[in-house]
T-cell receptor, first 113, second 115 residues
């Protein structure tokens, strides 16, 4: 079946630290991969995406590369800010499965000044 | 992008009652989904809301418990029936356009507490 596994949180970092949140997946088809972010008190927002192997998604200083050989889509940011404190969800969708998203369990990030 | 209005934003309900959640989109969309986010857990797809026909439910979810309506391309409702404390969750509406699977948008969610 299709599934997404993320590293457990919470993750606590100091401002300007380097961030990595690990995400691995299993998929029976050809997945597109996503990172969604949920800021406190807000709805879920798409952060970045990659639709095929070796694609790199990027947005707001965050990056993730679609690695088919390791079935991974790790989220990275070189220098986090307090405003990056949120819950991050890795997700996938399979092209021929009607747009349904399968989510990882979410990783809470807390950035301290 | 699509702007989604989801109502109510939160509610506290008594066990045994039902609550209907509305999802209104500002443009016509072909895909509408309902997700549940239980406390401290990830999002789980409940069903795909199909316009003019019965919803398609995921394993573990049934129509009697979560009846869904979708009368047109911009509106859907999810009812949580005969509620128990285990139904306390955030319920989210998600929308997209067929074929554009990379462009899925989420409502702000309905936080439901069942006493």
């Amino acid at each position: 079946g299709n599934s997404v596994t993320q590293m457990e949180g919470p993750v606590t970092l100091s401002e300007e630290a380097f961030l990595t949140i690990n995400c691995t997946y299993t998929a029976t088809g050809y997945p597109s991969l996503f990172w969604y972010v949920q800021y406190p008190g807000e709805g879920l927002q798409l952060l970045l995406k990659a639709t095929k192997a070796d694609d790199k998604g990027s947005n707001k200083g965050f990056e993730a590369t679609y690695r088919k050989e390791t079935t991974s889509f790790h989220l990275e940011k070189g220098s986090v800010q307090v405003s990056d404190s949120a819950v991050y969800f890795c997700a996938l969708t399979i092209y021929n499965q009607g747009g349904k998203l399968i989510f990882g369990q979410g990783t809470e990030l807390s950035v301290k000044p | 992008s699509a702007v989604i209005s989801q109502k109510p934003s939160r509610d506290i309900c008594q066990r045994g009652t039902s609550l209907t959640i509305q999802c209104q989109v500002d443009s016509q969309v072909t895909m509408m989904f309902w997700y549940r986010q239980q406390p401290g857990q990830s999002l789980t797809l409940i069903a795909t809301a199909n316009q003019g026909s019965e919803a398609t439910y995921e394993s573990g979810f049934v129509i009697d418990k979560f009846p869904i309506s979708r009368p047109n391309l911009t509106f859907s409702t999810l009812t949580v029936s005969n509620m128990s404390p285990e139904d306390s969750s955030i319920y989210l509406c998600s929308v997209g356009v067929q074929g554009e699977y990379e462009k899925l948008f989420f409502g702000s969610g309905t936080q439901l507490s069942v006493l």
